[in-house]
């Protein structure tokens, strides 16, 4: 991981009335994430102001704190004995995923997940199912995915994989 000073400083514009315009870059490695910290008595200030260019996407986050490489993440995933793939996706509602259906690949943000009640063979019980994905595409798209196409789902957002 790189620290504050692989952000080099490369100018600064002095304004009137103390403030300044400063511009900081870095070149990072394919799979290498860059991390500055920030004075929080600027934060706002450096918030409102921020401008970011990139070849490729870029995750700004304002107070948080990465965990250690010895600690562990832990999510209250819904996977395993008894849960089945809707259970999984409405726990990870907010996420980026990828999804494989027979008609190809899905991927989008997890808006929430949708259950349908039917019956029960022949008798007169009625059992809610998991029927769908509702995911918001990167084109701003909210597409409803059937379940039954899903045969692979694969968490996208880097945070949620351990």
Known sequence: MSSKNDFKLEKVTLYKNDLAFVSRSTILADGKKGVMNVDKDIKNLIISTLNVSARVPVTINFDHTPLQENDTAS????IGSGNDVGNFLSSVIGAEVLLMTEKGQKSGIV????????????SDKIQSVWDSVQILNKDGTIESVTLVEVSETKLL???LQA
Do not use: V
């Not at 259950?115 to 029960?120: A, G, H, L, S, V």
């Open 157 to 159: 957002d880097e945070s």
């Open 75 to 78: 999510f209250p995933f819904q």
């Open 111 to 122: 808006l929430g997940t949708s259950k349908r009640r039917e019956q029960i063979g022949s």
